[in-house]
Each structure stands twice: as C-alpha cells, then as structure tokens.
C-alpha cells in the first residue's frame, strides 16, 4: 500500500535528542574527532548489525549498541 501523509493530517516534528537516539552522539563524536577511521568504523559495522537484525541474529535495539561498542573499540586503537 502507499502512503498518504494527507490521511494523517498536522504532522509535528520535535528536535531529536542523543538521549532519544544514540546514534546522534555517536555521529557527533565522530564529526569532533575529524577523522576518517571512526566514520568507516560506523558505516561497516551499521551495515554488519543491519544483516545480523534482518536475519534475526540480533534484536533491533542491538544495532546501535553494536555500532557504539566497535567505534569505541577500534577507535580507541587508531594512532594519533
């Protein structure tokens, strides 16, 4: 079936918080860092926890801990 926003009538949109959504803090603290590594780190492990969740390895909430757990891991040995 195709959505039809017009059904729903006012849409309201708040700000996003890093409280809400973690990722936000964890792009944010990659975006500081100006570095590459913890970039490519979050992309390649988004799209492994992404293939563990659709093939029901893991649960949706497990994604973004996945993606913060390895940042942080490997990002910590990247050289200054």
């Given amino acids: ?9 006012k849409l309201t949109f708040h700000p996003a918080t890093a409280e809400q959504f973690p ?28 293939e563990a969740f659709l093939a029901e390895k893991i649960r949706f909430t497990d994604i973004i801990k996945t993606i913060d757990h390895f940042v942080h891991t490997l990002h910590a040995d990247e050289p200054s």
């Fill in 23 to 50: 990722a936000i803090r964890i792009v944010q603290e990659i975006l500081h860092s100006r570095r590459m590594v913890p970039a490519i780190i979050f992309n390649a492990v988004n799209e492994m926890a992404v």
């Fill in 1 to 9: 079936p195709q959505l039809d926003l017009a059904t729903y009538g």
